[in-house]
C-alpha cells in the first residue's frame, strides 16, 4: 500500500493515457460523406466559439479571486498565499476536463451517425468511446492534480504539525474547480435550452419539420449546445463533485490518527487511494460494454457500470483495511466500519441511479402515463410530468437519508464523506454513460441533417433514448453525492463556527432555514427565465428566417406538401428543397445562444456567492447554519424532481414518435411538454448540485470570521440547563504521538453520550510533552 500511496500521480497519467489512445481510436473511425463531414465541422466549430468566449469571462474572474486568495493567505496564521495557486490549477483542470470531453465528442457524434450505417453496436462502440475520453479525463485530472499538490505541499511544509497548513492550502484546489463548474453547467445549460426551444417550437410545432432539419436555423445551435451543455458543463460539474468529496474526505480524515500506517495518515489518504483505484476499476469496466445488432444498448451500459462497481467492492475492502486498523481513536468501528460506509454510499449512488431510471426510461410505467395521457393535450401532459418528477423524490430520499444515517453509525462524519467518495469513485465509467448521451442525440441531428437512410435515424434514436436515461442517471448520482457532501460540509461548519445546535425554536434560525428554502427556487426561476429569454431572442430570428429568405420560405412549402417525406416529391419540387441547403444563417442563432448565455450565467453565479456571505455576516453563524439546512433540504428534493421530469417527458415524446405518430395532436402536446422539460433537466435542475456544494464551501470559508465566542456558547448552554441534564456519560480518549522534529502531537477525542444520541468531538494540541499534557489538563478542567 506504501507503494500506491508514493506513486499515487501515476494513476492519473494511467487515464489520460488512456484519454489519449482512445481519443485516438475516435479520429480514425470514418467521418462519412462530404455533408455529413461540413454538418460536423459547424457543430464542432460553434462549440469552441462559445467555449472560448466563456473562458475569456471566466480568466478575468479566476485571475481576481486568486489575488484576493493570494492576500488572505498571506495575511492569516495557518494559511499559505499559495491557496491561489491551488485555485487556479483546480479552475484550469475543470476548464481543461470540460474542453477535453467538447473536443472528443465533436469529433465522435459525426463518426457515431456514419457507424450507425452499418450496424448499432458499432455505433454504440464509437459513442461509448467518446464518453470514455470525457469520464477518464475528468477522474485521471482530478486524481493527478489533488495527489501532485499534496505531494508538492508535504514537501513545502513536512511534518504532522503542517498538515492542517497542508489541507488549508490544497482546498484552493476544490473552490476553484466549483466555480467553474457553477458557471460552466449553468451557461452551458442556458446556451443548449436557448438553442432546443427554439428549435422545437418554430421547427416541430410551428413549420411542421424535425428539430434536426437542416431547414431549421437553429439546428447547428441546438446540437453545438448538446456538447456545451451536456459535455462540457457536465464534465466540470463531476469533477467538481469528484474533487469535493475527495478533499472533504482528506479533512477530516486528518483527525484520526493511524498509527505505523504511512506515518499516521492511513485515513486521509484513504479517499485519494479509492479514486485511484477506481480509475482502472471504470478501464477494466468500459471493456464489458459492447451489444449485438438488436441487442439493448441499456443493457450494454449496464453491465460495465455494475461490473465496474463490483470490482470497486472487492477493491475497496482490502484498501480500507490496509490504511485503517482495525481499532483507532475516532473511528468506533475501525476499518470494517469504513468499510459499511463506503458500501453505503456506493449501494445508495446505485439506487439513486436505477429509480431514476425508472422514472424516465422509455417503456416504463412513469413515462407510458405521460404517453397515455398526451392524448388529450398538452395541459395533461404536463399535469402528468409534474406528478412523475414530485413523486420520483421520495425512493432517492429514503437512500440518501439510509445512506446518511449507516455510515455515520459505522464512522461519524467521516463515514459521511466516505460515503460520497464510495458513490463517486467509478465516476469515470459512469460519466462515460453519461457523456455517452449527448454525443448520441448530436449523431442523431447528423443523420436527419444530412438526409440518411431512416434505418440509420431508427438506430441513433434507440442509442439517444438510452442516452436521455443515462444523462437522468448520471445527474441522480450528482445529486446524492452533492447532498452527502454538503452535509460534511456543513457539519464542519458548524464545528469552526462553534454552532452547538441549529434550534429551529429562536426566530433567527428559522428566518434562515426559510430564506435556505427559498434559494433554490430562486436560483431555478433565474436560470429558467434566463432560458426564456433567450429562446425568445431565438425563436423571433428563426421566424425572421422562414420569413424573409425566399429559399427557406419556398422549401418549406414544398416539405407541407409532401407532409415532411421528400421521396414523393417531383422533380421540380426537389429541386426546390435542394436550392435551400445550406442557406439558413446558422451562425446568427449560435450567436443569440452564445451571448445569451454568457450574460445569463453571472447572476446565478454571484447568488451562490453573496448570499451566504451577507446572512452570515448580518445574521451571525447561527442564522448561515440555518440557511445552509434550508438549501441543502430543498435543493436535494428540487435538483431530483427537476431532472427526472424533464427526462420523463423527453422519453415520452420520443416513444410517440417512434409508435408513428410524428404531427398528430399527442405528439404536439409531447413537444410542449419535452420544450417545458428542457430546462428542468438540462439548466436548473443540474446546477443545483452545484448550488449547495458552493454554498458550504464559502460559509466554511468565513467561519473563523463570524465564530460564535466561547462565552457565547457557555451562556447558550447555561439558558439551556437541559442539555447539561440528559448528559448521560462522557468518555475522552488521548492517543500521542512523537513528530519528526521531537515535539509531540496529542489528538484528544471526547465522546459525549445522551439520551438517544452521542456526540464525538476532537482537539489537536502540538508541543513540547509538557506543553501538550498542559494544554490536555486544562480541556480536562474545562469540560468538568
Known amino acids: 500500500m506504501e507503494l500506491i500511496v508514493k506513486f499515487l500521480p501515476l494513476f492519473g497519467v494511467v487515464a489520460l493515457i488512456f484519454v489519449f489512445l482512445k481519443s485516438g481510436w475516435v479520429s480514425k473511425q470514418d467521418v ?4 455529413m463531414s461540413r454538418i460536423a465541422k459547424n457543430i464542432a466549430e460553434g462549440a469552441m466559439a462559445f467555449l472560448k468566449a466563456e473562458y475569456k469571462v471566466l480568466a478575468v474572474f479566476v485571475a481576481a479571486v486568486a489575488v484576493l486568495l493570494y492576500f488572505k493567505g498571506v495575511s492569516e496564521v495557518g494559511s499559505s498565499g499559495i491557496v491561489a495557486v491551488s485555485f487556479i490549477i483546480g479552475a484550469i483542470c475543470s476548464a481543461l476536463a470540460g474542453f477535453i470531453g467538447m473536443k472528443v465528442a465533436t469529433k465522435a457524434n459525426v463518426r457515431t451517425t456514419q457507424a450507425a450505417r452499418t450496424s448499432l453496436g458499432r455505433a454504440l462502440e464509437v459513442a461509448f468511446a467518446g464518453g470514455a475520453v470525457m469520464g477518464l479525463g475528468v477522474v485521471g485530472l482530478g486524481i493527478l492534480g489533488l495527489s501532485g499538490l499534496f505531494m508538492i505541499y508535504q514537501n513545502i511544509w513536512p511534518g504532522a504539525d503542517n498538515l492542517a497548513m497542508v489541507l488549508n492550502v490544497l482546498s484552493g484546489f476544490s473552490l476553484g474547480a466549483s466555480s467553474i463548474a457553477l458557471f460552466a453547467r449553468v451557461g452551458g445549460g442556458i446556451y443548449t435550452k436557448a438553442a432546443d426551444v427554439g428549435a422545437d417550437l418554430v421547427g416541430k410545432v410551428e413549420a411542421g419539420i424535425p428539430e434536426d432539419h437542416p431547414l431549421n436555423p437553429a439546428t447547428i445551435a441546438d446540437n453545438v449546445g448538446d456538447n456545451v451543455g451536456d459535455v462540457a458543463g457536465m464534465g466540470a460539474d463531476l469533477f467538481e463533485s469528484y474533487v469535493g468529496s475527495i478533499i472533504g474526505t482528506m479533512v477530516l480524515g486528518a483527525f484520526i490518527i493511524t498509527p505505523d500506517i504511512v506515518g499516521g495518515l492511513g485515513a486521509v489518504y484513504l479517499p485519494l487511494v479509492l479514486g485511484a483505484v477506481g480509475i482502472i476499476m471504470s478501464i477494466l469496466g468500459t471493456f464489458f460494454v459492447k451489444v449485438k445488432d438488436g441487442g439493448n444498448p441499456q443493457t450494454a451500459l ?9 470490482l470497486m467492492v472487492v477493491a475497496s475492502y482490502f484498501i480500507i483495511n490496509a490504511l485503517i486498523p482495525e481499532t483507532v481513536e475516532g473511528l468506533p468501528y475501525g476499518a470494517m466500519g469504513v468499510f459499511w460506509a463506503t458500501i453505503a454510499g456506493l449501494v445508495a449512488g446505485l439506487g439513486v441511479g436505477k429509480i431514476t431510471e425508472y422514472y424516465t426510461a422509455t417503456g416504463k410505467k412513469p413515462v407510458m ?6 392524448e388529450t393535450g398538452a395541459a395533461t401532459n404536463i399535469i402528468a410530468g409534474l406528478g412523475v418528477g414530485m413523486m420520483s423524490t421520495m425512493v ?43 454525443i448520441c442525440d448530436n449523431a442523431g441531428g447528423i443523420a436527419e441533417m444530412a438526409e440518411l437512410p431512416s434505418e440509420v435515424r431508427e438506430r441513433t434514436d434507440k442509442l439517444d433514448a438510452v442516452g436521455n436515461t443515462t444523462a437522468a442517471v448520471g445527474k441522480g448520482f450528482a445529486i446524492a453525492s452533492a447532498a452527502l457532501t454538503a452535509l460534511a460540509l456543513f457539519a464542519a461548519f458548524m464545528k469552526t463556527a462553534g454552532v452547538i445546535a441549529i434550534d429551529v425554536s429562536q426566530p433567527k434560525i428559522m428566518a434562515g432555514l426559510l ?19 433567450a429562446a425568445m431572442a431565438m425563436i423571433e430570428e428563426v421566424r425572421r428566417q422562414f420569413r424573409d429568405i425566399p429559399q427557406l420560405k419556398a422549401a418549406l ?22 436550392a435551400a441547403d445550406g442557406i439558413a444563417e446558422y451562425d446568427k442563432c449560435v450567436d443569440i445562444s452564445t451571448k445569451a448565455s454568457i450574460k445569463e450565467m453571472v447572476l446565478p453565479g454571484l447568488l451562490a456567492i453573496a448570499v451566504p456571505v451577507a446572512v452570515g455576516f448580518i445574521g451571525g453563524a447561527e442564522m448561515l447554519g440555518g440557511l445552509l439546512a434550508g438549501v441543502t433540504t430543498c435543493g436535494v428534493l428540487m435538483a431530483i424532481f427537476q431532472s427526472n421530469a424533464g427526462g420523463a417527458w423527453d422519453n415520452a415524446k420520443k416513444t410517440i414518435e417512434e409508435q408513428g405518430k410524428k404531427g398528430t395532436d399527442a405528439h404536439k402536446a409531447a413537444v410542449v411538454g ?8 438540462d439548466t436548473s435542475g443540474p ?17 473563523p470570521s463570524i465564530a460564535i465566542s466561547a462565552e457565547s456558547v457557555s451562556a447558550y448552554a447555561s439558558e439551556n440547563d437541559a442539555i447539561e441534564q440528559v448528559v448521560v456519560s462522557k468518555e475522552i480518549k488521548v492517543d500521542m504521538n512523537e513528530n519528526e522534529d521531537g515535539t509531540v502531537k496529542a489528538v484528544v477525542t471526547t465522546i459525549t453520550s445522551t439520551e438517544g444520541d452521542t456526540v464525538t468531538s476532537y482537539n489537536t494540541f502540538n508541543g513540547t510533552e509538557a506543553e501538550v499534557k498542559a494544554d490536555i489538563e486544562a480541556l480536562r478542567n474545562k469540560q468538568g
Open 687 to 703: 446546477s443545483l448540485n452545484i448550488l449547495l456544494k458552493l454554498m458550504s464551501v464559502v460559509a466554511l470559508v468565513i467561519a
Open 369 to 374: 402515463s405521460i404517453v397515455e395521457q398526451s
Open 302 to 310: 449496464n453491465i460495465g457500470e455494475f461490473g465496474s462497481a463490483i
Open 32 to 35: 462519412g460523406d462530404e455533408k
Open 674 to 681: 419535452d420544450t417545458v422539460g428542457d430546462p428542468f433537466k
Open 557 to 578: 412549402e414544398v416539405m407541407r406538401k409532401y407532409d415532411s417525406d421528400m421521396s414523393k416529391a417531383s422533380a421540380e419540387d426537389r429541386a426546390i428543397f435542394d
Open 396 to 438: 432517492p430520499i429514503l437512500l440518501i437519508a439510509a445512506a446518511i444515517m449507516v455510515s455515520h453509525h459505522y464512522a461519524g462524519l467521516y463515514g459521511i464523506a466516505i460515503a460520497a467518495v464510495g458513490m463517486l469513485a467509478n465516476t469515470g465509467i459512469q460519466l462515460a454513460v453519461d457523456a455517452y448521451g449527448p
Open 515 to 533: 430564506i435556505g428554502g427559498m434559494l433554490p427556487f430562486v436560483f431555478s426561476a433565474l436560470s429558467m427565465n434566463a432560458v426564456g429569454r
